[in-house]
């Protein structure tokens, strides 16, 4: 059998990695919408006005925690099937790089949009050019390594 090629073991790791980072703001998102949610509607001296929009953000967050979850939890996945070069694992890393370019692409328009400009403070702006570089670098590498034919053939 022929060697392994390194590159497509250190993009399983990068999923791997990746999906274990992206994890911890979906965790804060579901932590945030459990315990601020519900609590903040507990005023036990008069109703709450705001009662209907208590629910609603808590229904937005939760959906975006489980949706950032489900991102992550697809990323260890599509790492461990890389690493032990199965063809699905090759799949879904491509789908989950496709579906990594969106957000990189709406903070680029967003940092770059004549209507708002560099706005923010410059930590922010920073924050935002470093996931606008790490997500163009994962998509670039992603397809880059696993279109190539020697590449593709590790996955057969």
Request: charged share 10%; aromatic share 8%.
């Amino acid at each position: 059998s022929a060697p392994k090629s390194g590159a497509v073991t250190a993009l399983g790791v990068i999923n791997i990695v990746l999906g274990s980072l992206v994890a911890l703001p979906g965790l804060w998102l579901l932590l945030r919408a459990f315990f601020a949610g519900p609590g903040a509607d507990m005023n036990p001296f008069r109703p709450n006005p705001g009662r209907g929009l208590i629910g609603l953000q808590f229904a937005i967050v939760l959906v975006a925690g489980l949706l950032i979850l489900l991102f992550a939890g697809g990323l260890i996945m599509a790492g461990v099937g890389v690493v032990r070069r199965r063809p699905w694992g090759r799949i879904l890393t491509l789908v989950l790089a496709g579906f990594a370019a969106l957000p990189v692409l709406r903070s680029l328009f967003e940092l770059t949009a004549p209507r708002t400009g560099l706005s923010g403070t410059p930590g922010q702006i920073f924050v935002q050019l470093v996931f606008i570089v790490v997500g163009i670098c994962y998509v670039v590498v992603s397809y880059t390594i696993l279109l190539k034919s020697r590449h593709a053939a590790d996955f057969q």
